[in-house]
């Protein structure tokens, strides 16, 4: 057989040498390590990347948490250009934490998984705390009055 005997049978079956080794493209088996290789040839599917329901389901149920946030936000930007902006932006931020729960608690959420899981919940999770706080706090007639920020604003923007 040559050099590949270990590696292919005639018949066209692999012999895998120990128990920690997987054949690469060409079936030639290696070692598996879990070092990261030199160079990068792939990107892999972050954690909890794969589908929200089964294979047999259509697309829009495979995808339905990402859906389920791009609907609110759609819903929030059409309220927006109602001009009812700090609803439209409530909305959009409460999106945003809808989106850091399904990915926090869901095991699959389908193309909502963008990073790795921690990632995705502190990203999702902080921008769309803020979104809402400032949507609280816009003027006229906030919602929301913290009575720092009007310190600090009037302490860093003083003339002298």
Same mark, same amino acid.
């Given at each position: 057989? =040559? ?6 049978r005639e018949?066209?079956? +692999? /012999?895998?040498?120990? *128990?920690?080794? %997987? ?12 070092? @990261?290789?030199? @160079? ?10 794969? &589908?929200?329901?089964? =294979? ?19 819903? =929030? ?7 009812? @902006? &700090?609803?439209g932006t ?6 945003? +934490? ?10 699959? /959420? ?6 790795? &899981? ?12 803020? !979104?809402?706080?400032? %949507? ?9 009055? !913290? *009575?720092? +920020?009007?310190?600090?604003?009037? @302490?860093? /923007?003083?003339?002298?």
């Open positions: 057989m =040559g050099g590949n005997e270990d590696a292919a018949d066209g079956g +692999l /012999v895998v040498r120990d *128990p920690i080794s %997987a054949p690469d493209a060409e079936g030639t088996p290696r070692r598996v390590t879990r070092r @990261f290789p030199l @160079f990068t040839k792939d990107t892999a599917r972050p954690e909890g990347g794969g &589908r929200a329901a089964s =294979g047999a389901a259509p697309a829009p149920a495979r995808q339905w948490p990402m859906l389920a946030v791009l609907a609110l936000v759609g819903l =929030g930007l059409l309220v927006t250009a109602l001009d009812l @902006f &700090r609803i409530l909305l959009i931020g409460v999106a945003l +934490l809808c989106a850091a729960a399904l990915r926090w608690l869901l095991p699959g /959420v389908g193309m909502l998984a963008v990073r790795s &899981r921690f990632t995705d919940i502190v990203t999702y999770g902080g921008l769309g705390l803020v !979104i809402v706080l400032l %949507a609280l706090m816009v003027q006229p007639k906030p919602w929301l009055e !913290i *009575p720092f +920020l009007k310190d600090t604003l009037h @302490f860093t /923007v003083s003339s002298s």
